[in-house]
């Protein structure tokens, strides 16, 4: 399996170092990330600047490295577009630090990322933790999910969001205007990130029509 690395926090944040050593597990590993902190870049890709590229030496053995003077989404066009010989199997977004969840996830740039792959027909999954000093649970749980998850979707084009839970949409839920539906979502263990309690609902709770009837009256305003 060939798999692409990206986040939001920088190529020198602990959490893309933890996530590349655990991915070693499943196959080759390229890290593309900002050369600088991110955050709160959401899908935003550089258009009038220069964006410079630079061959880093990383600290897990096997990985690829490249740091990127542009955004998470720039990251992920770049090694799309020039570094990798050939298109990735999976994205992996992340370790974030700190919970995406909430509104939270229309501003990441680890979502962001994990989007970008997703227009590419890519899968991927967006990662975030509760800090950047405590890795029990990615160390226990994070390969075991990836494979279950990678499994029981085949092929499909979808993007994977854990925090405390996994939500997960898939490119037509995403993209597609005529597919107003949700995905669903996966129970995994209770203890997941010590069993902090957060809404994993992350964007609506309920039929989208609810959306829409506050749309037309936004409209109706005009």
């Known amino acids: ?37 991110c955050s709160a870049m959401s899908q935003r890709i550089t258009l009038f600047e220069d964006i410079e590229v630079t061959p880093e030496c990383y600290d897990v053995d ?10 998470p989404a720039d990251c992920v066009k770049v090694a799309l577009e020039f570094l990798m010989p050939e298109k990735p199997d999976v994205v992996f977004s992340g370790i974030n630090s700190g919970y995406n969840t909430g509104i939270d996830i229309l501003y990441s740039g680890t979502v962001g990322a994990a989007m970008e792959a997703l227009a590419n027909g890519i899968r991927s999954f ?19 999910i990836v494979k279950e998850l990678l499994d029981d979707f085949g092929e499909d084009r979808v993007v994977f969001m854990i925090a405390n839970t996994v939500q997960y949409y898939t490119y037509e839920d995403w993209f597609s205007k005529e597919n107003e539906k949700w995905a669903g979502e996966i129970d995994i263990p209770e203890n997941f990130n010590r069993g902090i309690d957060i809404n994993s609902r992350y964007i609506i709770d309920g039929d989208v029509s609810i959306l829409n009837e506050v749309v037309n009256e936004l409209r109706a305003m005009i």
């Open 126 to 144: 967006a990662f975030s933790n509760k800090n950047d000093t405590s890795w029990e649970t990615a160390d226990a749980y994070l390969i075991s």
């Open 62 to 71: 096997g990985v690829r490295a490249y740091s990127v003077g542009g955004t």
């Open 1 to 37: 399996m060939r798999i692409l690395i990206v986040n939001d926090d920088g190529i020198k944040a602990p959490g893309i170092r933890k996530l590349a050593e655990l991915s070693m597990q499943l196959g080759e590993v390229w890290v593309v990330a900002p050369k600088s902190q």
